[in-house]
């Protein structure tokens, strides 16, 4: 990131002032969706063949804005955050209480540790010391194109190549796949789920009536195989976000 943390188009003190007036309200039925998103990832996690991971890597969870309070950050015992947004840190400990917070796995205090960095720096020498640490990026990968340091063939490689570095893992991204103005928006549905890959064309036919939109790079960033599901997120009342969820189980390998 070239621009201070706190005011760079992706997060900093701009987007703190949006998220806390839109979080609860403009945002409401997408923070319920990905509640949802993140209860059924829980469930494959806890009831899968694998041990169930203790341990959570969270990549740009800003101030967890679009995080539930409870019931899924606080079902892990540990907890490291990745975040280069110097404002986010103190955000994220307000809204998650982590040292009150009491885990479902230790009934103990939840321990949460920051990592002010982007987590192209840190995440292969987090994975090397949590090798059985879930991974979770937050909203985080479709805001690379911003980076103004690399074109954005490099930056759609390196976001196909992301699955590779996390093979064996459990690990999970919702970010962010197209996004436009709201009134060249088709809005006849806020959600829909695929089995496998839904291309960057078949996604705009589907979701947009004409106007602009602007790919954000991620259309590799799961397994073609993988489940997903598509939420629209209305980010403004003007701009809406379609964003993809999904997850990649670790192999039994592991
Ligand atoms: C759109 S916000 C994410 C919203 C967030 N998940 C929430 O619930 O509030 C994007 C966040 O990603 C962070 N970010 C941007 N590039 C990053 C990178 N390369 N590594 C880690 N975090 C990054 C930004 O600082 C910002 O906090």
């Given at each position: 990131m070239t621009r201070p943390a706190l005011f760079s188009e992706s997060g900093g003190l701009v987007w703190h002032a949006k998220a806390l007036l839109r979080h609860k309200s403009l945002w409401g039925d997408f923070t319920k969706r990905i509640d949802r998103f993140l209860a059924d990832w829980r469930s494959v996690l806890a009831f899968g063949p694998e041990p169930e991971p203790t341990g959570l890597i969270l990549l740009g969870p800003s101030g967890g804005w679009c995080l539930p309070t409870k019931g899924f950050v606080d079902a892990f015992s540990e907890v490291i955050a990745v975040d280069p947004d110097p404002a986010a840190r103190a955000i994220f400990r307000r809204r998650f209480k982590p040292n009150d917070t009491q885990s479902a796995h230790t009934g103990g205090a939840l321990s949460l540790t920051w990592v002010a960095s982007t987590f192209e720096r840190v995440l292969p020498a987090l994975l090397i010391r949590h090798p059985?640490?879930?991974?979770?990026?937050?909203?985080?990968?479709?805001?690379?194109?911003?980076?103004?340091?690399?074109?954005?063939?490099?930056?759609?490689?390196?976001?196909?190549?992301?699955?590779?570095?996390?093979?064996?893992?459990?690990?999970?991204?919702?970010?962010?796949?197209?996004?436009?103005?709201?009134?060249?928006?088709?809005?006849?549905?806020?959600?829909?789920?695929?089995?496998?890959?839904?291309?960057?064309?078949?996604?705009?036919?589907?979701?947009?009536?004409?106007?602009?939109?602007?790919?954000?790079?991620?259309?590799?960033?799961?397994?073609?195989?993988?489940?997903?599901?598509?939420?629209?997120?209305?980010?403004?009342?003007?701009?809406?976000?379609?964003?993809?969820?999904?997850?990649?189980?670790?192999?039994?390998?592991?």
């Open positions: 059985h640490h879930a991974v979770l990026f937050c909203n985080v990968l479709g805001q690379l194109r911003y980076q103004d340091k690399k074109t954005l063939e490099r930056i759609e490689f390196e976001l196909g190549q992301i699955s590779l570095t996390l093979a064996g893992r459990h690990w999970a991204s919702f970010h962010d796949r197209i996004s436009g103005e709201a009134k060249s928006a088709n809005l006849q549905e806020l959600e829909f789920f695929s089995t496998s890959t839904v291309t960057t064309n078949e996604l705009a036919k589907r979701v947009a009536k004409g106007g602009e939109w602007l790919d954000h790079l991620t259309e590799n960033v799961l397994p073609a195989q993988v489940a997903r599901r598509f939420m629209a997120w209305p980010i403004g009342q003007e701009r809406i976000h379609w964003i993809e969820a999904g997850w990649v189980e670790a192999t039994p390998s592991r």
